[in-house]
Structure formats: structure tokens, C-alpha cells
């Protein structure tokens, strides 16, 4: 009933307490029954550093009275006469051991009044003893609710929560040693994370430097090695509070709970099956369900899944590669400045419809004029003196006048022919896909620059953007279908007519410019607008157009890494 812990724990306290309580206590002790033996040995001394003395021994070696008894003891030398006062300890109906004073005291009076405390101090030993039974019976109950929930099934997330609203802990983790390496398993509250993440990879080492060297963790941190059967640490449990220690009851579960712990999650371990073993086991389990008695509803299912992977693999069906597709002008006319200047004005923006010769824009015409003015009032001069020198007979004057006369009528010529061109115009009747100078005005402009874009309404091309992966499925004169965003309800039909040799990366998808021709008109269509292009490359199982972007992935990583 009394075991080591227990003596330790309630008897040495309570006999303490009992014989500094009683005055005139010179000794106590408390004795026990030794089992195989019908003697009793001391359990519990007082002072502690003194043993029962042979004579205290003696007198409780006989038998004690239900109700306690007090007996003189042999007197020594030059010492007043101590009795010795002793009674039963009793847990129930039975008497568990015995207790006993050794007291310097001749008053009868007194000496009953000593065995009366002593005996009220024996049943609060028995409450005490009662009490405690029940914190381990308490104890014991968590301990093997812990080991049921770790031995009841593979999830062991709800074991590390439980465990930590058990201990009241902000948070518990289990970290486990991978060959050389420590990887957290579980956190309490965290169903799924990262177990390469830099937090995760810190709590483990903090676990680990932990094993290595207790005194790291401190605090209101406790942390507990699982040991194998071999007795290698295998994982550690780690537990962290925010409000107040571990107690020592609580610290002393913990250990508990490893040493169990650490040999049922080693063995855990080694009965979980690997990929293959899983995979073993569900194929067991379907051909069981299969071949075996019942299972009707399964065994249906099971025949159509064959039947539509056998139409799957044998059913040709027609491959279409899809693609974003846009809408350009077969031609593009563009309107660009006929020299330097400053915009003065623009009658169009993109999107407006013009006419062949329409005015688009209008350039600054000031300087211009001023030298139209100049080359005409030279142009003048130089008549008016050529005139004079053939009637004066001059011969060589006359015909250096008549080379600057032609030389302002060309300069002349050539600034009225820029006025003209001042005016730009539409090329062709069309839209204009591009060029907004309404918000440019004034601004400058260089000669060449491009300030319009012009498509016809009457002819258009398809682009379609196919991904590389596609490009090889593709040839001219293969037929299509274009939905527009702008028209969703109709689909026009095309015809692929060039396939260019360079790709582009857009949106980090590299793909091929391909060309179509358009079979429909239709006066909603505009140049720039966008939807999805169709085109059919051929019949095709609907099993291979399902697997061959997955099989061609696993061909290319096959040959990158192996072969």
C-alpha cells in the first residue's frame, strides 16, 4: 500500500508534523510490514537523520491495541522516565502498520492527550492516503486515454491536441529523428504545414538541441524523450506554456506517458505501410470487391468505368487544338508625318470609320507660309532684275537672274507642295485601328513619324497565339472555328494559311504566330477584337487527347533525368 514514492511523499511529512505537534516528542516512528516476513521495519523516522532506536522497535514489535496504547519505557541513566505512545494505522477495517512516539512526559493526562492527537492524525494519514490513491487512479486513466488514442488509429494529430488541452499548453509538438535529421510531425491546432518551413525546421532543432542538452529548455517549457524498444531516443514531445510552470505531478506524467509512448509509436511506425504496401493493399481490397460474393452496386460501376475506358480508347473523335485568336486587317495603311512640324489638329480617333481621302489630321502651317511669302517676293526680285539686264544687253547678269528665278520657283514649288501635304488624309476606306492625336496637340512631330493605323472593313485575317506543344499538330489548309468575345453566338469559319517559324513569349507562354483566312464577312466584325480559335488537326481517341500532354511531360522528364 506504501510504496517508496509514497513514504517519501505523505509519511515522512505527516510523522514530521506529528511529533513536532506532540510535546515532549523525543523520537517517532513509523513501522511497516515487510512482506514474506511476519516483522515490521521502520518506514519513516524522526528526526531524519536518526533511526528508530532498538527499544521504540521493541515495543511496537508487539501487539498494539484497536485503540492505542502507552507504555512506560526502561529508564537511562540520569534521565527522566519517557513513555512510549503508539496506535495502529488503519486504512478501512484493516491495520496497515504501526505508529510510535517516544515522549519525556510522566502526566497521565498528558500522555492520553498525546495518543489521542496521534490517532486523529492517523485518519488524516488514511484521507491523505485515500486522496492520493485517487490522483493516480486519475492519473493512470489519462495515461492510458493517452496510449488508447495513439494506439486507436493513424491519426495522430488528434492525439498531440488532445494531449495539449489535457496539460492546458499554448501549443505540444512531436518532432522525429530521420536518419541524421529532425522533422516536426505534428503541432497542436495545425492540422497541415510545411514541415520544410523555416519555423518548422526551428522547433525541431530546438527539440533536438533540447535531447542533447536539458538545461536548454527552460522556463515554462517541458520537454520529454520517446525512447524505442532499443532504448534510442526515436522523438521528442515538446510542451510550451504562456501563463505557468510545469508542476513536479505533472512533469512526472510526462515521463510516464514517453516511456510508454516512444515503444508504441516506434512500432506505429514500423507497421505503416509504405506507397507500395498501400497500393498493395487497395488492390487487394478492389480485386476482393470484384471477384468475391456481393458488392453488386460496385462491380456495376466497375464494368461501366471499362466500358467507357474501352470507347475512350477505341472511339475516334476529332482533335481540335485550341488557341487565342485575334482579328487584323489583311492590310494595314498607314498615315505618317510628310515632314517636321507641330500638330494643329485631328479630326478621327481609333475606332472611326473614314473614307478613301477623308482628312485624318491637319499639321501647323505658319511657317510655311511665311516661306511661301519669302520665295515669292524673291521669286519677283529676280524677275524684275533679270528684265533689266537684257535691257541693258547684259548678257551674263541676264543669266545668272534666269538661274535664281528657277531656283525660287523651285524652292517656291516645293513649299506649296508641303502645304498641301500639310493636310494628311485617309489612304484607304476603313478604321482606324490606332492613333489618338486629339490629345497631342501642338506637340511636335518628326518626319516619318507613324500617326495612324488604317484597316479596310472589308478583308480580314485570323492570328492565332499556338503553344508550342501544339504547333507540330498543325499544317496549312487545315480547317477552323473562331468564337468572338464580341459575338460569342457565332462562329466563323477560317482556313490556317501560314504557319511562322519564330515564337513569341507572352505571359510567360511561348507560342507561334499562325495565320487564317477568314470564309465569313459580317459587318459587326472590327480589327482587335479577341476570342478562341479551334482548329482540327485529325481524329483522335478521346484516351489519348486525355493522357498525351501528361505522357509527353513524363517522355521529356524521362529522357531529361535518366535516359
Not at 15 to 35: H, K, N
Not at 124 to 153: P, S, T
Not at 364 to 387: G, I, P, S, V
Not at 413 to 428: G, H, I, K, N
Request: with cysteine.
Amino acid at each position: 500500500m506504501f510504496g517508496q514514492p509514497l513514504t517519501q511523499t505523505l509519511l515522512t511529512p505527516w510523522l514530521d508534523l506529528q511529533c513536532r505537534m506532540i510535546g515532549g516528542t523525543v523520537r517517532g516512528v513509523v513501522l511497516l510490514p515487510v512482506q514474506g516476513r511476519d516483522s515490521m521495519d521502520a518506514a519513516a523516522c524522526w528526526p531524519e537523520a536518526a533511526s528508530a532506536s532498538a527499544l521504540l522497535a521493541a515495543a511496537c514489535g508487539g501487539h498494539i491495541k484497536p485503540a492505542g496504547q502507552i507504555e512506560p519505557l526502561p529508564a537511562r541513566d540520569n534521565c527522566a522516565p519517557h513513555h512510549m505512545v503508539a496506535c495502529p494505522i488503519t486504512l478501512g477495517k484493516d491495520a496497515v502498520g504501526v505508529v510510535a512516539i517516544e515522549v519525556a512526559q510522566e502526566d497521565r493526562a498528558r500522555l492520553e492527550t498525546a495518543l489521542q492527537l496521534l490517532q486523529w492524525g492517523g485518519h488524516w494519514l488514511e484521507l491523505l492516503v485515500r486522496q492520493h490513491g485517487r490522483q493516480q487512479d486519475a492519473g493512470k486513466a489519462r495515461l492510458l486515454k493517452q496510449l488508447a488514442l495513439l494506439l486507436g488509429g493513424q491519426d495522430r494529430q488528434a492525439w498531440i491536441d488532445h494531449l495539449a488541452d489535457s496539460l492546458h499548453c499554448s501549443h505540444a509538438a512531436l518532432a522525429s529523428r530521420r536518419g541524421h535529421h529532425w522533422q516536426l510531425e505534428q503541432l497542436s491546432g495545425k492540422r497541415e504545414f510545411d514541415a520544410r518551413s523555416q519555423q518548422a525546421r526551428a522547433m525541431a532543432a530546438q527539440i533536438a538541441a533540447g535531447l542533447e542538452e536539458p538545461a536548454a529548455v527552460q522556463g515554462r517549457q517541458l520537454l520529454v524523450a520517446l525512447r524505442d524498444s532499443n532504448r534510442q531516443i526515436c522523438a521528442g514531445l515538446l510542451f510550451e506554456r504562456t501563463e505557468r510552470a510545469f508542476s513536479r505531478a505533472e512533469r512526472l506524467w510526462c515521463e510516464q506517458l514517453a516511456l510508454f509512448a516512444g515503444p508504441v509509436l516506434a512500432l506505429t511506425r514500423a507497421a505503416e505501410p509504405g506507397l507500395s504496401g498501400r497500393l498493395a493493399q487497395h488492390g487487394r481490397a478492389v480485386l476482393q470487391r470484384l471477384l468475391g460474393s456481393g458488392h453488386l452496386r460496385f462491380k456495376a460501376a466497375a464494368a461501366a468505368l471499362v466500358l467507357v475506358a474501352a470507347m475512350a480508347a477505341f472511339v475516334p473523335v476529332t482533335y481540335r487544338i485550341n488557341a487565342p485568336a485575334s482579328l487584323e486587317g489583311r492590310i494595314q495603311r498607314a498615315v505618317v508625318a510628310p515632314r517636321d512640324g507641330f500638330i494643329k489638329s485631328a479630326q478621327v480617333r481609333p475606332g472611326d470609320t473614314v473614307q478613301a481621302g477623308q482628312p485624318v489630321a491637319l499639321l501647323e502651317t505658319r511657317e510655311l507660309e511665311l516661306e511661301q511669302d519669302k520665295w515669292q517676293n524673291q521669286l519677283a526680285q529676280y524677275r524684275k532684275a533679270y528684265r533689266q539686264a537684257l535691257a541693258d544687253h547684259a548678257r551674263a547678269d541676264a543669266r545668272i537672274m534666269h538661274a535664281r528665278m528657277a531656283q525660287a520657283e523651285a524652292e517656291l514649288a516645293l513649299t506649296r507642295a508641303q502645304l498641301q501635304r500639310s493636310e494628311l488624309q485617309a489612304p484607304v476606306a476603313g478604321i482606324v485601328v490606332s492613333g489618338d492625336l486629339t490629345q497631342a496637340l501642338g506637340a511636335p512631330v518628326a518626319r516619318g513619324d507613324l500617326l495612324f493605323e488604317i484597316a479596310p472593313l472589308d478583308d480580314y485575317r485570323v492570328v492565332l497565339r499556338v503553344d508550342d506543344r501544339d504547333i507540330a499538330d498543325l499544317a496549312v489548309g487545315q480547317r477552323g472555328v473562331l468564337a468572338l468575345n464580341g459575338l460569342p453566338d457565332r462562329q466563323l469559319d477560317f482556313t490556317v494559311t501560314r504557319i511562322t517559324p519564330v515564337s513569341e513569349v507572352e505571359n510567360g507562354r511561348n507560342s507561334f504566330r499562325v495565320e487564317a483566312a477568314m470564309q465569313d464577312r459580317l459587318p459587326a466584325l472590327r480589327p482587335g477584337m479577341t476570342g478562341t480559335g479551334k482548329v482540327e488537326a485529325g481524329q483522335r481517341s478521346l484516351l489519348w487527347m486525355l493522357s498525351h500532354r501528361m505522357l509527353d511531360w513524363l517522355r521529356l522528364q524521362a529522357w531529361t533525368f535518366w535516359f
